[in-house]
């Protein structure tokens, strides 16, 4: 019960001594592994996850949860690639923008203002948005998107993939809002104890509202960089990718019940997946035994992340 | 001058099952120190959140400066410069110390408005020191607090806000003397400068030592307001219960001759909490436990029920020696531990009256079974409810809408229906009103007339003179004396919690 | 020598075989095979691909889940000179060696076909869809859809989907037979769907009422047809575009030049 | 935030109100709708995400969360039906049981034991069940399974389906255990205040390993139910129905954060959604919009429960 600093601390580091572990352990299994090109190439798969495990911390840290993420990234991909045919690129991702903000933003208001539990109300909103994916592309993947969109997710400064620039931007901003504004400690005051915050005069509703209006922006985000990646917005684009989210954000070391975390862990939490993922087609175990493989290496990155605190 | 700073009209609130007020209508005078005194459920903090808006009053007005005041929401309190010091604290326990007391008046500095950390925190020192209670890193989480440094906290964010009406409920309850005693000084330079005080206590005497004026609540009415000049202790009492009352510490049990020893402690020790701490406790006797604030008798607790590890030292229970890993252990050899802090290790506050009450019991009789007899379970409940009398609407209510008086009512019960050996009592009475703790010192010699052993940890050192048998003081972590209460005075017992070196 | 083999997802039969097909032909020809699922997400893909890049495997055999979102990958592959192969379904555009087709929109056309002929152009018929969205359901409901639309003795009384997925295929079909006082055919959109359906239909006691078709010949499906639990299915001989696909992989490495870019696979109706 | 007790009555019966209207609107919207053999087919349909459910409330309630049910259904179902094949329906039965049991408590222990968050390890189970049965199954269905299993999932008691009476009587049993018996009472206290539940004498870790136990039992039960139904066990069954689970407890008014909540709730949570499916089909909404219409009458069912709140 006493002295939780300290844990913090392991718990911050600790997940990070998980990471490095991983991989070590991938650069004996596999030369190719530690190559620059590779982790490049991680790096920017990591990416998508990484935009949405952003905004779910917010959510997260506010004690509430956004289960809509994969249907709004696949809603906005579609519109930012439907107005982007006739309108062009700025327009079309000035939409999808909108679209994700809109939607997220929507469901706070549910939750908030209907007094709906963050779970059943993004649970709507995942099958709201994604319904609205289908009647919007009529099911199909809207393509021919201008051929200069390409950049945004598969586009290079020098070296460097745009998509990783753009997620260490987005971090950095996150990083800043979360840590150095009045927005972000009140983030962290809602999600610890909402009824003390109200107390201390903080307008709780409104900051739950941004916390899921910034976790759709970041949805609607990653779904522009998807839809570049893939020449085109899929319908089914996202599905299952909440999960991927929370995980990363709890991976991180973040709470779920909310309150406590830290956004680099989230970063980290992204890694370990990405890295996995990776890892295990680069060693090529085999598809069936990677499901199985992936879940006993989460375990244990976990353990040695917990085992400092005792 | 006496400009009227604060004057509720007519306020009523009900809950469901109870009138938590009675068209109650105060007036409080400017740069005084009013007191509000009542029994436990009488309505005191209900009023005080409608005061500053965390309840919505049901009808009636609330006036500041003679102007009507539209306070309908928490924030709104603020604004008209009244701020409220919790009974049960409002902090975030996942905040450090300074976020907790600057929260949602975060300093900022430049074109962005980041937060100004360095400036909270110097700040949150200056307010500290100026309170000059016990140090208190301003970088702790709320949570890693004891519940005095939490009360603290409290206090200082309250001040902060350089308010113009300040509401105390019930702050001493979680202090020591030192540290009233300097809460009541700052209380005088704050009425010096114009600022108006509420204050609650069950402590009698503070009242009289701090108040010009005392109102006192009965079941949610105002039976009067007074100068205290006017009024003596009695009254106040009798007023408050409605019956006459005699404040006497009752007679302790007498301790048999043969009276054997059923708990030994030799030098158990817990790094940088307390060490090679010593004792032996007869059946039927009440040992006092006295101190300062983190002198380390909570923890001594804690290690006893099997809550902390110890790092050296032994326990013997009637002769044979044992280990206490977990407080189902600790259970089982007959131990039961009211903890200080009712919240945190207590109550489950989600859940209602009855379930937290017989919670320990069901595995020991209630439910021995399995299965849960219901008959007993409410019977047994119902029984401790009349010998604490306990005040709530109905056994399926939630705890967390009791009263603070009543919720330590209902940890006190809960741990009576275990029948233990030996029952260690970590402020028994903090919070709750002087019939109840009559009833509590009275449930104590009762206890140890059945030849329960009992360790009464308190901070009040007057209490601790009138039940216990043997008074042990601690101080940084020891035992630094042990003195007879027959021959002993308050500034002894201050005395030797204030001394560093063991004697 | 290393093949990578991009499967779009292993969570159906269908690609399992194919699967299948390929390891069994890379062991006749003593050759590495690295196979990847994709579980039907074009993002996954597109990584699984980039990683089979990494390792520099010497030829990529590409089972797309959709036609326009790995085209990117396809570059990719192209850009790192690896020679690519698409089976089943084909992208739209970079450069692939060789397309070993099996044309979804065609074998919706053939299940219209057979299920039109079947009935005598005359009969209400209810089509269970795949994953919204996915490209197989979308390609195999259009060749069904537009094909039974010619026909107006032939009603589609109701189009629900059970994400290719049997107990799903067998609520919904309960809940449409629930619906439904009348019907002479079901068409599914995979043979897990038909044979959940089958469970349904026997369980209404209705299934001299109507007939199944399905699409993929999985085992249990060809077992369901000999049972006479299900009328056809649509047989797309997923083991020989493994087969044909390690095999044409192996001699592009090698050197040989094929001359074709395109292997049809024929599809026939099988319904015995 | 105040008169919590209030709340919980209308909590309980608006969701009850919320499942009315829906089986009204239905009725309006087909004649075939509100019959007894539709509902009999609603009501075995139901059971699946029923049984879930029930172990989800567990769970729950102890303030944990199971993410891997979905997968130990497979798992246990798969089993089941191997066994099945060589030693009889029986010890199939039992296998596929013990299993799901198993696999539940083995999440338990890492939770408790190694301090893993509830959400990373079962999620950890998730892929390693998944895993598992894609293994021991090769990726193809399970078939050729004993007459007479078929039933468990197929069979009648007069004219209720088994399915039914199995879920009912899983209920009743649970009601009692949850209700009657120490161990629920220590579910709650658990939930509610772990420590406090601690220092009152409970073996909190028995408590959480128990409830995972029972969840993963009731996916057991599920997976062979489901086998039963098929005839055959689906190596990709049961994906994506940890949400399904969730939400019917969610649905039900339990509290997400554990200590609150009754378990008829979660029935009818469970029935809101299997009428919503079965409903959607019924009208023949198009499967694009099916999503969009689900999703807002959740939406709707949900505000009308909370409604009575204010
Ligand atoms: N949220 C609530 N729901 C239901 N009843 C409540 C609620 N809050 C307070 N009450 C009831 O209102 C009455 C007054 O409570 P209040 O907390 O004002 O008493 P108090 O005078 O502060 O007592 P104490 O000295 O123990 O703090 C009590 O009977 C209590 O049970
Ligand atoms: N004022 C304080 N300043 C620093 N640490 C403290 C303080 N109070 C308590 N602690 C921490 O708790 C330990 C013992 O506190 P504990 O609560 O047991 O003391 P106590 O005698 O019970 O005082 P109280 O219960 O009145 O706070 C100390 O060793 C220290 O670690
Ligand atoms: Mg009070
Ligand atoms: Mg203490």
Not at chain 1, 287 to 307: D, E, H, M
Not at chain 2, 311 to 329: A, M, R, W
């Amino acid at each position: 019960m006493k002295n939780l600093q300290y844990k913090d601390i392991i718990r911050r580091y600790g997940i990070l001594i998980g990471l490095i572990g991983l991989i070590i352990a991938f650069s004996i299994l596999s030369e190719r592994f530690f190559t620059i090109s590779n982790m490049l190439i991680v790096m920017r798969q990591t990416s998508i996850v990484a935009f949405l495990g952003i905004g779910m911390t917010f959510v997260i840290l506010g004690a509430g949860i956004d289960l809509s993420v994969g249907s709004v990234l696949a809603f906005s991909g579609a519109v930012a690639a439907g107005v982007m045919q006739s309108r062009g690129i700025f327009l079309g991702i000035l939409a999808g923008l909108a679209v994700g903000t809109a939607l997220g933003a929507f469901s706070g208001l549910v939750i908030t203002k209907l007094r709906i539990p963050a779970f059943i109300a993004t649970l709507a909103m995942m099958a709201i948005a994604r319904g609205g994916t289908l009647v919007y592309t009529d099911g199909r993947p809207v393509t021919g998107l201008p051929s200069s969109f390409a950049f945004l997710g598969r586009g290079y400064i020098g070296d460097i993939p745009f998509p990783i620039i753009l997620m260490l931007v987005t971090f950095v901003l996150a990083y800043i809002i979360l840590k150095l504004t009045r927005f972000g400690r009140y983030v962290y005051a809602t999600g610890g104890n909402i009824d003390a915050a109200r107390a201390s005069g903080i307008k709780v509703d409104n900051i739950i509202i941004s916390n899921f209006a910034i976790s759709g922006f970041l949805s609607g985000l990653t779904g522009i960089v998807l839809s570049s990646r893939l020449n085109s917005a899929q319908p089914t684009a996202g599905m299952g990718y909440e999960l991927d989210a929370i995980a990363a954000v709890v991976l991180g070391g973040t709470n779920l019940f909310g309150g406590e975390g830290e956004l680099w862990g989230t970063l980290i939490g992204a890694f370990i997946m990405g890295i996995l993922n990776n890892g295990l087609n680069m060693i090529n175990v085999s598809s069936f035994y990677q499901q199985v493989v992936k879940g006993i290496v989460i375990l244990i990155a976990v353990t040695v992340a917990q085992s400092g605190k005792k | 001058m006496n400009k009227i700073a604060l004057e509720f009209i007519n306020i009523s609130k009900s809950f469901p099952g109870v009138k938590a007020l009675k068209k109650v209508s105060i007036k409080i005078k400017q740069a005084k120190v009013h007191a509000i005194v009542g029994e436990n459920g009488a309505g005191k903090s209900t009023l005080m959140k409608i005061a500053v808006g965390e309840l919505l009053r049901d009808t009636g007005t609330i006036k500041v400066f003679d102007r009507e005041a539209q306070i309908n929401s928490p924030s709104d309190g603020y604004h008209y410069g009244i701020s409220l010091i919790h009974q049960e604290f409002s902090l975030v326990p996942t905040l450090d110390v300074v976020q907790n007391i600057f929260l949602g008046r975060e300093i900022t500095k430049g074109p962005l408005s980041f937060l100004d950390s360095n400036q909270m925190y110097k700040r949150t020192e200056e307010i500290l020191d100026f309170l000059k209670m016990f140090h208190l890193d301003p970088h702790l989480k709320i949570e890693d607090l004891t519940i005095a440094q939490k009360q603290v906290v409290e206090i200082a964010k309250a001040l902060s806000l350089n308010s113009k009406i300040i509401i105390m409920d019930e702050p001493s309850a979680a202090l020591t003397l030192e540290e009233t005693h300097r809460l009541f000084e700052v209380v005088r330079e704050l009425k010096s400068r114009g600022v108006t005080t509420l204050f609650i206590s069950h402590r009698i005497e503070e009242i009289f030592e701090i108040a010009d004026e005392v109102s006192i609540l009965r079941d949610g009415e105002l039976i009067l307001t007074k100068q205290v000049a006017q009024i003596d202790r009695k009254q106040v009492i009798n007023n408050m219960v409605g019956r006459s009352l005699e404040f006497v510490f009752p007679p302790k049990a007498k301790q048999k001759k043969e009276a054997k020893v059923i708990l030994e402690v030799k030098k158990i020790t817990k790094e940088r909490q307390f060490s090679d701490i010593s004792f032996q406790l007869k059946e039927g006797e009440i040992i006092g436990l006295a101190g300062l604030v983190g002198s380390g008798r909570s923890e001594v607790a804690l290690s006893l029920f099997g809550l902390n590890h110890l790092d050296k030292g032994e326990i013997f229970l009637q002769g044979k020696t044992v280990k206490i890993n977990s407080p189902f252990e600790a259970i089982r050899n007959g131990l039961a531990l009211l903890p200080e802090d009712r919240r945190e290790l207590g109550l489950v506050i989600v859940r209602n009256v009855l379930e937290n009450l017989t919670l320990p019991d069901l595995y020991w009789d209630i439910a021995r079974k399995y299965f849960i007899d219901l008959k007993k379970e409410i019977s047994l409940a119902k029984g401790v409810q009349k010998e604490l009398a306990i005040r709530f609407a109905s056994l399926s209510q939630k705890v967390e809408s009791l009263s603070g008086g009543n919720q330590q009512k209902v940890v006190v019960g809960k741990w009576l229906l275990t029948k233990p050996k030996i029952l260690i009592m970590d402020e028994p009475t903090r919070g709750i009103d002087v019939g109840a703790k009559l009833e509590i010192y009275n449930i104590v010699n009762t206890l140890a007339k059945k030849g329960i052993g009992i360790i009464f940890i308190s901070s009040e050192f007057s209490e601790i003179l009138g039940v216990a048998h043997r008074i042990l003081v601690m101080s940084e972590g020891r035992i630094t004396k042990e003195l007879d209460p027959k021959s002993t005075k308050e500034e002894d017992i201050l005395k030797f919690a204030t001394r560093k070196k063991v004697s | 020598m290393t093949v990578g083999l991009s499967v779009s997802t292993l969570n159906n039969p269908f690609f399992v075989i194919l699967r299948d097909g390929a390891i069994e032909q890379a062991k006749v020809l003593d050759i590495d095979l690295v196979v990847m699922d994709a579980q039907n997400d074009p993002a996954k893909q597109m990584s699984d691909i980039e990683d089979l890049v990494q390792k520099k495997v010497d030829v990529i055999l590409l089972n797309p889940t959709d036609a326009d979102a790995l085209v990117p990958a396809v570059e990719d592959a192209n850009k790192a000179g690896i020679p690519l192969l698409t089976i089943d379904r084909s992208v739209n555009g970079g450069d692939v060696a060789l397309h070993i087709a099996s044309d979804n929109v065609k074998g919706g056309e053939m299940a219209g076909a057979y299920t039109v002929e079947q009935l005598g152009e005359k009969g209400i018929v209810v089509e269970l869809e795949g994953i919204t969205g996915a490209s197989a359901a979308r390609e195999r409901g259009q060749g069904f859809d537009t094909y039974i639309a010619e026909f107006s003795g032939i009603k589609l009384a109701a189009k629900q989907t059970a994400d290719f997925d049997r107990a799903k295929g067998m609520s919904v079909m309960e809940n449409i037979l629930q619906a439904q006082p009348k019907i002479d055919a079901v068409f599914a959109q995979n043979d897990e769907m038909a044979l959940g359906a089958v469970q349904a239909i026997k369980a209404a006691k209705r299934q001299d009422e109507m007939f199944v078709v399905g699409f993929d010949a999985v085992p249990d499906a060809l077992n369901a047809i000999k049972a006479g639990d299900m009328k056809a299915t649509i047989a797309q001989q997923p083991w020989m575009m493994g087969v044909l696909g390690v095999m044409n992989g192996y001699l592009v490495v090698s050197g040989v030049e094929l001359g074709i870019e395109f292997i049809p696979v024929p599809l026939k109706v099988i319904t015995e």
